[in-house]
């Protein structure tokens, strides 16, 4: 009986080693990604510059012919992307809304507005912002919120 026990002990064993290999490449990736990192906020503020600048390029706005704005972000929902028309109303507080307010009166005053990033309230939430264009007419703000872990994570040491 525990001859028999032993055999199917080994036998499990063996059949539970298998052949699966591990991908060191990516073990590899993923630890230097998991190590701890020092970074200042202004190497936050410049990714999320550059994150912001790289998701916006790919935005597009159009109208239809029944004058109705298509906006597309693409599929991507790691970040929360979202586009506010000038002179209408939203859902912003706080910053959000003072910097919305911003790109309002440069509109109406003629000053051209530029992409920046803001850290909002909660100190954890950094918001890019860039005007929107159909054409070369202003018509609205890009708004995309980045998590402060997804940034520091995001840059490379």
């Known amino acids: 009986m525990a001859k028999n026990l032993l055999i199917l002990i080994l036998i499990?064993?063996?059949?539970?080693?298998?052949?699966?290999?591990?991908?060191?490449?990516?073990?590899?990736?993923?630890?230097?990604?998991?190590?701890?990192k020092k970074v200042s906020e202004a190497e936050i503020v410049s990714e999320a510059l550059?994150?912001?600048?790289?998701?916006?390029?790919?935005?597009?706005?159009?109208?239809?012919e029944?004058?109705?704005?298509?906006?597309?972000?693409?599929?991507d929902t790691t970040f929360?992307?979202?586009?506010?028309?000038?002179?209408?109303?939203?859902?912003?507080?706080?910053?959000?809304?003072?910097i919305f307010k911003a790109?309002?009166?440069?509109?109406?005053?003629?000053?051209?507005?530029?992409?920046?990033?803001?850290?909002?309230e909660d100190q954890n939430t950094f918001l890019y912002t860039a005007p929107s264009f159909i054409g070369d007419k202003n018509i609205g703000v890009w708004a995309i919120e980045f998590s402060r872990r997804d940034l520091v994570l995001n840059i490379k040491k």
């Open 103 to 120: 790109y309002e009166y440069n509109l109406k005053n003629g000053i051209t507005s530029e992409d920046i990033v803001q850290k909002l």
């Open 12 to 36: 499990c064993a063996v059949w539970s080693c298998g052949d699966d290999k591990i991908d060191t490449a990516r073990a590899k990736a993923e630890m230097e990604a998991r190590e701890i």
């Open 50 to 64: 550059r994150l912001g600048r790289e998701l916006t390029g790919s935005f597009t706005l159009n109208y239809t």
């Open 66 to 75: 029944e004058s109705n704005l298509i906006i597309d972000t693409g599929s």
């Open 80 to 98: 929360i992307k979202t586009h506010y028309v000038l002179n209408e109303e939203n859902s912003l507080e706080g910053k959000a809304l003072g």
